[in-house]
T-cell receptor, first 113, second 116 residues
C-alpha cells in the first residue's frame, strides 16, 4: 500500500521567512496530493492540493510542487506570519473507486514574531 | 455550525461502556469517512462510505462499528474499547470520486475520546 513520509516534524522560522515542508510517497499510481492545516484544537482544513498532471500550483503565499519521477511533493509558504503557526499534513491518494487518503505524520510550524 | 458537524465533542467512557459518535454533513456530499488521530501518528483512515455503502474497512477492530443510514449521517458505535483507543475521531465528507477524479475531503471538528 501507499506510504507517505513527511519532514521535518517541527519547523521554527522568524516572521517573514519562508518555510518548506517535504513529503515523499511510495506508490507511483498516486495522483492527488492535498495539504491540510490543523490549528490547535481545530479541524484539519485543506489549504492547497495538486493533481499529478500539474507540476506546480500557487495560491497567494502558498505553493506546492510535485516531482512525479522522484515521487515527492513540497509545500512552500512565503512571508510567513504568526497565524501560519499550525500542524501541516500532506497526503496522497489514488483512484481506487473510492478515495483513500494516506497522510504524513505532520509538521509543526512555529512562526515567531 | 455548518459544513460537517460531530457530536459529542468530548467523551469519557469506561472499557465496558457502549457509546456512539455522530457525524452530520450539510454539504450535499455522498461519501463519508471516519479517521482516527492519535498523538505523533498520521491520521488513520478507518472506514469509507460511498452512497451509504461501506467501501473500505481499514483493518479496524470489531469493537468499532460504523453505520451510515443516509448520505448525510454517519455513526461510529463503540463497545468494550481499550485505553489505547483514546484519540481524536474525525469525520470527513466529500463528493464521491469519479473514475479519474479525486475530491476534496472536508473534516468535522472531531470527538476527543478518553477510554478509562
Amino acid at each position: 500500500g501507499e506510504n507517505v513520509e513527511q519532514h521535518p516534524s517541527t519547523l521554527s522560522v522568524q516572521e517573514g521567512d519562508s518555510a518548506v515542508i517535504k513529503c515523499t510517497y511510495s506508490d507511483s499510481a498516486s495522483n492527488y496530493f492535498p495539504w491540510y492545516k490543523q490549528e490547535l484544537g481545530k479541524r484539519p482544513q485543506l489549504i492547497i492540493d495538486i493533481r499529478s498532471n500539474v507540476g506546480e500550483k500557487k495560491d497567494q503565499r502558498i505553493a506546492v510542487t510535485l516531482n512525479k519521477t522522484a515521487k515527492h511533493f513540497s509545500l512552500h509558504i512565503t512571508e510567513t506570519q504568526p497565524e501560519d503557526s499550525a500542524v501541516y499534513f500532506c497526503a496522497a491518494s489514488m483512484n481506487t473507486g473510492f478515495q483513500k487518503l494516506v497522510f504524513g505524520t505532520g509538521t509543526r510550524l512555529l512562526v515567531s514574531p | 455550525e455548518t459544513g460537517v458537524t460531530q457530536t459529542p465533542r468530548h467523551l469519557v467512557m469506561g472499557m465496558t461502556n457502549k457509546k456512539s459518535l455522530k457525524c452530520e454533513q450539510h454539504l450535499g456530499h455522498n461519501a463519508m469517512y471516519w479517521y482516527k488521530q492519535s498523538a505523533k501518528k498520521p491520521l488513520e483512515l478507518m472506514f469509507v462510505y460511498n452512497f451509504k455503502e461501506q467501501t473500505e474497512n481499514n483493518s479496524v477492530p470489531s469493537r468499532f462499528s460504523p453505520e451510515c443510514p443516509n448520505s448525510s449521517h454517519l455513526f461510529l458505535h463503540l463497545h468494550t474499547l481499550q485505553p489505547e483507543d483514546s484519540a481524536l475521531y474525525l469525520c470527513a465528507s466529500s463528493q464521491a470520486p469519479g473514475r479519474t477524479t479525486q475530491e476534496t475531503q472536508y473534516f468535522g471538528p472531531g470527538t476527543r475520546l478518553l477510554v478509562l
